[in-house]
């Protein structure tokens, strides 16, 4: 897996030097995306706009770091409140028991 998202930052940072961005700005970039998919959807987004500057590319990388933190804010509300929901059903079990 981390074989994959080292790919995909690579391939972030040659697309980003080929239009005409240093290779600094691409590393950059992939790194504060983190992950093998918004490393993808950047490189889906560059590969549709065509010309964009490099603010546009920084709001966009901020906006797939925004919905990717709502989504992993989104899973821990669900896990928890499912851990939650367990505690009423159940209640708290004694251990001697």
């Not at 950059?28 to 603010?55: D, F, H, N, P, W």
Request: charged letters at 35%; glycine letters at 6%; one cysteine or more.
């Amino acid at each position: 897996m981390a074989d994959e998202r080292v790919k995909a930052a690579e391939t972030l940072t040659r697309m980003l030097c080929r239009k005409g961005y240093p290779e600094e700005f691409g590393r950059t970039v992939a790194a504060q995306l983190g992950t093998e998919k918004t490393i993808g959807r950047m490189i889906s987004y560059l590969s549709k706009a065509g010309r964009v500057s490099a603010e546009d590319i920084v709001d966009e990388m901020l906006a797939i770091m925004s919905d990717r933190d709502s989504w992993v804010r989104k899973k821990k509300a669900e896990y928890y409140n499912s851990k939650y929901n367990e505690l009423l059903l159940h209640g708290l079990e004694d251990d001697e028991d």
